[in-house]
């Protein structure tokens, strides 16, 4: 195995499962640790791979909530995060992957490791995007989270919950965006 130095990540806190009670507040933490980490590391400490493989891996959760439109996303983001773990156990960095598909041409080849890892990364702009344009839609987050906490005290999913009010918000902007350029474009 490819082993690097330690590089002061605190494994004993990426145990998201055991320390948080919600799939955000872990990816939450999971990705602030990775923040935490690259903005202190030093020129000799490099991001583990199967750190970033294990944030990654709980993102995946936010997909399989978006419902049937963004399976396939969910899919390949699932399959692409699956081989970086496999890889993990063989390249203790990510920039040892980079570092081997480098020296093999392999960087734009289907299946390598550094395309996948490109393709993680892009699953990772698009939930953040999705995210981002659902918090900024009309609808008041906090009457949101007072329904979700309501549903949550009565069986449903609270995230579930909270991404369907979203997603159903989104569907009336989208609706209500799409009438209105259909009426100016017939005033003209």
Not at 8 to 22: P, Y
Not at 69 to 77: D, H
Not at 144 to 159: D, M, P
């Amino acid at each position: 195995m490819d082993e690097g130095a330690d590089n002061g990540f605190n494994h004993s806190q990426t145990k998201m499962s055991m320390t948080t009670k919600t799939p955000l507040s872990a990816i939450a933490k999971a990705f602030e640790e990775l923040s935490g980490f690259l903005g202190s590391q030093t020129k000799d400490q490099k991001l583990r791979l199967d750190n970033f493989c294990e944030a990654c891996s709980l993102v995946s959760v936010l997909f399989s909530c978006l419902g049937l439109a963004f399976k396939f996303a969910e899919m390949e983001y699932v399959a692409k995060v699956h081989d970086l773990v496999e890889a993990s156990k063989t390249y203790a960095t990510l920039e040892n992957v980079l570092d081997r598909d480098v020296a093999n041409d392999t960087v734009k080849k289907p299946g390598s490791h550094s395309r996948n890892l490109r393709r993680v990364r892009q699953g990772l702009d698009l939930i953040r995007a999705l995210f981002e344009e659902f918090l900024s839609t009309e609808m008041q987050l906090q009457q949101l989270i007072l329904k979700c906490v309501h549903h949550t005290t009565h069986g449903q999913s609270g995230l579930r919950f909270l991404l369907e009010c979203i997603l159903f918000q989104q569907g009336k902007n989208f609706y209500r965006s799409s009438m209105k350029q259909i009426i100016q474009q017939r005033r003209k």
